[in-house]
């Protein structure tokens, strides 16, 4: 079956369309069903307990001292300390049971008959599981007891410090501050566990599971686990019938001419496109290190190798988890990002031929541009951090506080420009192209999925501080999850077409149809795949079937990366192919995308096995593997192709970078297999035996067992911080290795650029 470039053109446009619709109404229905925040919380004598100013002025405390980079919100954040939701709705259902055993027994729950016991925790259910019919929220006598305790508990915890559980004195700047703290996260206890009006579940649909006060998983999850499963069995044999059926070509080494790197001309703005390469490194091997020691705070919480004793550097007031997490995630989707904008404004010239006037000082701009909004991005989270930004400028400059967008405001803005920019040269470097292809040719394409980042990254900027926590999650994962199952997919997609087509492996009309047809099946499934966060957060129950049918079909396009991947490597495979090494991390980011995103990303997103599993080690595993494996391994790919490409003829040296790839990819698979993922499965027994708190309790960290797989990631960091070094080290003896640049380049030094411009 022959499909044509313009037909599959025309089923994207379709499809855009419809998850346009599809999402914008559900941004309406989150401003509609999101849990309300009461104008008061009154106690069983009319008396205000909080104000819904107060909530709001607890959000802001949780936001401004990146409290979800220690701990989690409704299973989002960081799992080094509690999920806030969870542990109020724990904290809050043991004082009530504290109370009723006292008020009528005259002694603490704990000392009670099972008897007495069963009757109390009865009550205590009755209590919690109500509906909310509008109005101010009314506290039973108990209710109001947990209320005051679980306050003066945050304030000791967070305010004074724990160094039990890596929380640094003064982490929440005073006691108000931390009772407004107690005071948000105590109203998302009180959502999760009371019921929708003319409903049988919570706001949270019963998440976290935590049976004492009602909450347990919904018949729906199970429903639609089921239906999840049998989807993906028809929906894997419609989408290979479809990919069979397509005819696309597979690309192939024998009989074509494939440019030797040395018969490659190296133009101006390509050499500035190199720099942001060592940038890159350099955030890349910072990030690596802080990853060490985050794995590390795990075991000895209030140190790094008894450095505390033998010193006297408090490293945890230096440098706290949640400031080293905040760090550990943006230098990773920095460095990944500034690879991918280096890789976009190299291969144009390439491609072309064409070298716009200026290009190179332009391209040097955007990368001084980048470091200086990475340089304060990354200062301003920890002034805000640390109270050195007041009023509005702790989220505005400095940090403001949610997980993958904690940068402030102002370097959002700078990093928006920053695409915006890119966008504008890489289009200037195209024009050859774009000026002689259709809408849907590959250059265009290569806009569309740069430009779909950047339109996504505008969905982070519909919030404020203020802004109901369910909306501000269902905008942040707009962001977050988009960007990963959509945009950053497009872009994998269209960069490895671009790559196929510069080596003469694939013509580019066969490389534009291969690479739209994996697009509609990205933007197909992974955006509307989002709503698989909107589970649990708040949100209407009706993102149960609709996440679970998309999510689930997520697995089909990486599936058919995979394939594509394979087939790639077998393009490559002959020994006389110059580029074997770069394609070598393009196979590996394949298959670290098929495992993680696609296998453990499948897996998790079942609702009754996420239930359990949301914002466990489970997710670590998955994410490390997504994205380090599939979009870090791409990158570095890219980045070992265009060096190849720029090293002078007879002095190109691929040994340290193979090293480096497989201390990368043992290490990996070293961290994901033998540490994280145990510990994720521990934890899903914990929680489904002993409820949702105490699968994310300091005494389930503190299991000898679970300390002992801590220790089991030290071989698979130190391989990875390794590759990591011996990566960097060769970038500078790379750089006393470099081509001169051509500024005039002959018609033969076009060789790839005059068959890509032919071929129309």
């Not at 050195?388 to 928006?416: A, P, S, T």
């Not at 849907?440 to 919030?463: E, K, P, R, V």
């Not at 980045?639 to 490409?645: K, N, R």
């Amino acid at each position: 079956m022959k499909i044509e470039r313009r037909t599959i053109a025309k089923v994207i446009a379709v499809v855009f369309v419809f998850n346009l619709v599809v999402m914008g109404a559900g941004a309406w229905l989150a401003y509609e069903e999101a849990p309300p925040i009461p104008e008061e919380v009154v106690g069983p004598d009319g008396d205000v307990v909080v104000t819904g100013e107060e909530i709001r002025d607890g959000k802001r405390t949780f936001q401004r001292n990146g409290l979800m980079n220690h701990g989690s919100i409704l299973g989002n954040g960081a799992y080094y300390g509690v999920d806030y939701t969870a542990d109020a709705l724990e904290l809050k259902t043991q004082y009530m049971r504290d109370y009723y055993a006292r008020e009528r027994y005259g002694e603490s729950y704990d000392d009670l008959s099972s008897e007495r016991g069963a009757a109390v925790a009865d009550v205590v259910k009755q209590d919690l599981d109500q509906s909310y019919e509008g109005g101010a929220i009314r506290y039973s006598a108990a209710e109001l007891y947990a209320h005051e305790q679980v306050r003066e508990e945050y304030v000791q915890r967070y305010h004074e410090g724990s160094h039990e559980r890596g929380v640094p004195a003064g982490m929440i700047d005073s006691e108000t501050d931390a009772r407004q703290f107690a005071d948000f996260a105590m109203w998302t206890a009180w959502f999760s566990h009371t019921d929708r009006p003319e409903a049988t579940h919570s706001y949270t649909n019963d998440w976290p599971y935590q049976p004492g006060a009602g909450n347990d998983a919904t018949p729906a999850a199970m429903t639609w686990s089921v239906i999840a499963m049998v989807l993906l069995v028809a929906g894997a044999g419609a989408g290979i019938w479809l990919y069979r059926s397509v005819e696309l070509p597979e690309p192939s080494a024998a009989g074509i001419s494939v440019p030797d790197p040395g018969d490659v001309s190296v133009f101006p703005s390509q050499r500035a496109a190199l720099r942001f390469i060592p940038v890159a490194a350099g955030l890349f091997l910072a990030q690596v290190l802080l990853g060490g020691l985050l794995a590390h705070f795990y075991i000895e919480r209030a140190g790094f190798f008894g450095i505390e004793t033998l010193f006297g550097v408090h490293i945890l007031q230096l440098l706290p988890f949640s400031i080293a997490k905040t760090w550990h995630i943006d230098l990773g989707i920095l460095w990944i990002a500034a690879t991918w904008l280096g890789a976009g404004l190299f291969l144009p010239p390439l491609l072309t031929g064409h070298e716009p006037k200026n290009q190179s000082t332009y391209v040097n701009g955007l990368l001084g541009a980048i470091v200086v909004v990475t340089v304060g991005g990354l200062g301003g989270i920890w002034l805000g951090s640390n109270g050195y930004l007041d009023g509005q400028l702790w989220w505005l400059l400095g940090n403001e506080g949610l997980e993958y967008l904690e940068v402030g405001k102002v370097w959002q803005v700078g990093l928006l420009a920053g695409f915006g920019a890119w966008a504008v040269l890489a289009i200037r470097g195209l024009k050859p192209l774009l000026d002689r292809e259709p809408l849907y040719g590959l250059a265009h394409m290569i806009l569309y999925a740069g430009g779909s980042i950047a339109l996504l990254f505008t969905a982070g900027f519909m919030f404020t501080p203020s802004t109901n926590i369910a909306v501000t999650e269902f905008w942040r994962w707009w962001v977050v999850h988009m960007w990963v199952e959509g945009a950053f997919e497009f872009f994998i997609v269209a960069i490895i077409g671009l790559t196929l087509v510069s080596m003469n492996l694939l013509s580019r009309r066969s490389a534009e149809k291969a690479v739209m047809l994996q697009a509609l099946l990205v933007m197909g499934t992974g955006v509307i795949g989002v709503s698989h966060h909107y589970w649990w957060i708040g949100m209407p129950d009706m993102w149960v079937p609709i996440g679970s049918v998309f999510s689930t079909l997520e697995l089909l396009p990486l599936v058919f990366i995979l394939y594509e991947a394979l087939g790639q490597y077998s393009a490559m495979s002959a020994r006389e192919f110059p580029y074997r090494l770069p394609f070598l991390f393009i196979v590996a980011s394949g298959v670290w995308n098929f495992v993680g995103a696609g296998v453990l990303g499948f897996f998790i997103n079942l609702p009754l096995i996420n239930y359990y599993e949301h914002g466990t080690y489970l997710t670590v595993g998955h994410a490390h593997a997504a994205m380090f494996g599939a979009f870090g391994f791409l990158a570095l790919g890219m980045v070992t192709y265009m060096l190849q490409l720029s090293i002078r003829p007879g002095r190109w040296d691929g040994s340290w970078l193979r090293a480096a790839f497989w201390c990368w990819n043992v290490g990996l698979a070293l961290m994901v297999f033998v540490s994280v993922l145990p510990v994720g499965f521990l934890q899903l027994e914990a929680v489904f035996t002993g409820g949702y708190d105490a699968g994310r309790s300091l005494a389930f960290y503190n299991r000898p067992l679970i300390q002992d797989l801590f220790w089991a990631r030290l071989p698979g960091d130190t391989l990875i911080i390794l590759g990591t070094a011996i990566y960097a080290a060769d970038l500078l003896r790379k750089r006393f290795v470099l081509r001169r640049s051509e500024d005039d380049p002959s018609v033969d030094d076009m060789a790839v650029a005059e068959g890509v411009l032919s071929d129309d």
